[in-house]
Each structure stands twice: as C-alpha cells, then as structure tokens.
T-cell receptor, first 114, second 114 residues
Framework: GNSVTQMEGPVTLSEEAFLTINCTYT??????LFWYVQYPGEGLQLLLK?????DKGSNKGFEATYRKETTSFHLEKGSVQVSDSAVYFC?????????????FGTGTRLQVTL | GAVVSQHPSRVICKSGTSVKIECRSL??????MFWYRQFPKQSLMLMAT?????????EQGVEKDKFLINHASLTLSTLTVTSAHPEDSSFYIC??????????FGPGTRLTVT
C-alpha cells in the first residue's frame, strides 16, 4: 500500500535559517505529491503540490521537487520566519483528475525563534 | 474560492450523547467529502469517504454504526458521533473536492466528551 515517511520533529530554527524537511514515499503507479501546513488549532492548508516527476511545486518561498528516482519530495525554504512555525504534512494521492484518498505522513513540527 | 467550513468548531458533550458535525463547501459543489480524525501531535487518519447521494465508504477499523456519515447534498456532509465516549474525544477534520485531485480542508472540530 501507499505510505509517506517524514523526518521526525520538532525542528527548531532561528529566523532566516535554511529549512529542509525530508519526505519519502512508497506508492504504486504515479501519485501526486503535496505539502500541507497546519497552524495551531486550525485545519490543513495546501502549501504546494507536484503532479508528475521532476515537477517543482512552490509557494510563499517554499519549494519541493518530485523526485521519482529517489521517491522523495523534500520541502525547502531559504529563509524561515517566525510566522512559518506550524506543523507540515507531506501527502500523496494515488490518482489525478478525480477524487482520491490522501495518505499523510506523521507531520513535522517547525518552531522558528527570533 | 474553494472554502470549506465546519460547524461547530468546538463541542463538549456528555458521555452517551450524540454529536453532529457539519461540513460545508461554501463556493463550490463537492462530489466527494472525506472525514479525518487527528489525535494530538499525530497525523490525520482517514475515517471515511462520502459521495453525494450514496453510502459512505469506511476505512478499516472505523465503526460505521458509531460514526454516521450523511452526504445529502453537493455542499453538505455531516458526521454524527453516536453514543460518544471519552475515547472519541479528538479533532475531526473534513475535506472536500469538486471532482479534481486537490482536497480543500475545513478548519476542524474539536470534540471533547466528558
């Protein structure tokens, strides 16, 4: 079955530091890959996505590249801010173009300090 | 666009009572809605998939008689936790899509059973 593995947190960084959150996946076929962010007490917001190999998703300074050869979708940001403190979830869906289930990683908590 | 609301945002109920949580797609029609449960500091666990006008599909291990799901219209799905017990206390999140791969998440409902 499908699975997503994320690096365990919490990750604590100083403001303006470089961020990497690792994510690898196991899936049959050609999944779409997503990063979601969850702020305290809130639901999930889509941060970025990629639907095929070598696609790069980007949003708000965050980037992730769909690497089929390494089955990875690592999240990066060059300079984090305190407002980026949240829990980040990597996820995959096993079909495109139609409703499909999402499989989530366990989430990585990011804490950014001044 | 693509806003999903949940009501209530928080609810406290006594053990043995039933609680209904609503999930609405505000500006689009959702052919499929998903219900998730999230335990503290853990990932989202998919409980069930509901398609408008048909019975929900429950994930393995989820009691369909305890977690009643109704998707009576293209903009509304409800989750009823019947005969709630303290172990049902959790954060319940719904998501919806309108026929494309991306899911839009509601803000979540925190249920506390005393």
């Amino acid at each position: 079955g499908n699975s997503v593995t994320q690096m365990e947190g919490p990750v604590t960084l100083s403001e303006e530091a470089f961020l990497t959150i690792n994510c690898t996946y196991t899936a049959t076929g050609y999944p779409s890959l997503f990063w979601y962010v969850q702020y305290p007490g809130e639901g999930l917001q889509l941060l970025l996505k990629a639907t095929k190999a070598d696609d790069k998703g980007s949003n708000k300074g965050f980037e992730a590249t769909y690497r089929k050869e390494t089955t990875s979708f690592h999240l990066e940001k060059g300079s984090v801010q305190v407002s980026d403190s949240a829990v980040y979830f990597c996820a995959l869906s096993d079909r495109t173009g139609t409703a499909s289930k999402l499989t989530f990683g366990t989430g990585t908590r990011l804490q950014v300090t001044l | 666009g693509a806003v999903v609301s949940q009501h209530p945002s928080r609810v406290i109920c006594k053990s043995g009572t039933s609680v209904k949580i609503e999930c609405r797609s505000l500006d689009f029609q959702a052919t499929t809605m998903f219900w998730y449960r999230q335990f503290p500091k853990q990932s989202l666990m998919l409980m069930a998939t509901s398609n408008e006008g048909s019975k929900a599909t429950y994930e393995q291990g989820v009691e369909k008689d305890k977690f009643l799901i109704n998707h009576a219209s293209l903009t509304l799905s409800t989750l009823t936790v019947t005969s709630a017990h303290p172990e049902d206390s959790s954060f319940y999140i719904c998501s919806a899509n309108g026929g494309v791969a991306e899911q839009y998440f509601g803000p979540g409902t925190r249920l506390t059973v005393t």
